[in-house]
């Protein structure tokens, strides 16, 4: 049985959700992204947590 012993700190990022202030701390596997069309029409991935807090996306995190 594959125990889990702690989380490596070098892979845990830190954020603040600007909505409610909540302080995250989230993993690469929690990261979610969307492709967003400009007005220009060049294309951006967006990378985006949801808040545990207030369920509002948490965006422009760190592309990994
Ligand atoms: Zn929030």
Do not use: W
């Not at 845990?12 to 302080?23: D, P």
């Not at 979610?32 to 985006?48: A, E, K, L, N, W």
């Amino acid at each position: 049985m594959v125990q889990i012993i702690g989380k490596d700190e070098t892979q845990v990022h830190e954020v603040t959700c600007r909505n409610c202030a909540s302080r995250l701390r989230y993993t690469r596997s929690e990261v979610q992204s969307f492709r967003h069309t400009d007005y220009g029409g060049g294309t951006d991935t967006i990378y985006y947590i949801a808040c545990p807090g207030c369920g509002k996306q948490v965006q422009n995190l760190k592309a990994h």
